[in-house]
């Protein structure tokens, strides 16, 4: 079963970047589509990015032009590139595969804040 590890989150004010890492453990991780996906207090989990096995990626409307996700599947790691941060991107950000399909990691707290 993969395993999934996020990692790079932080405090960060409006206007800023961060970039998430997940790293998974199997061998199967480039034969998915992948996804990242962030949960607000008091609000259901959403997906927010995919890419599928070819590298072609999809954004919700409140992300697009802003965040940017890419896989690096020789160190089975997904990434999320987060640019212009607003307050409203305050989540915790977890990676999972395209359908929520594996086991959730214990996710990285992003935090946007002056």
């Known amino acids: 079963q993969v395993q999934l590890v996020e990692s790079g989150g932080g405090l960060v004010q409006p206007g800023g970047s961060l970039r998430l890492s997940c790293a998974a453990s199997?061998?199967?991780?480039?034969?998915?589509?992948m996804g990242w996906y962030r949960q607000a207090p008091g609000k259901q989990r959403e997906r927010v990015a995919v890419?599928?096995?070819?590298?072609?990626?999809g954004y919700v409307d409140s992300v697009k032009g802003r965040f940017t996700i890419s896989r690096d599947n020789a160190k089975n790691t997904l990434y999320l590139q987060m640019n212009s941060l607003k307050p409203e991107d305050t989540a915790v950000y977890y990676c999972n595969d395209a359908t929520a399909s594996m086991m959730w990691g214990q996710g990285t707290q992003v935090t946007v804040s002056s």
């Open positions: 890419i599928n096995r070819g590298g072609t990626t």
């Open positions: 199997g061998s199967s991780f480039s034969s998915f589509a």
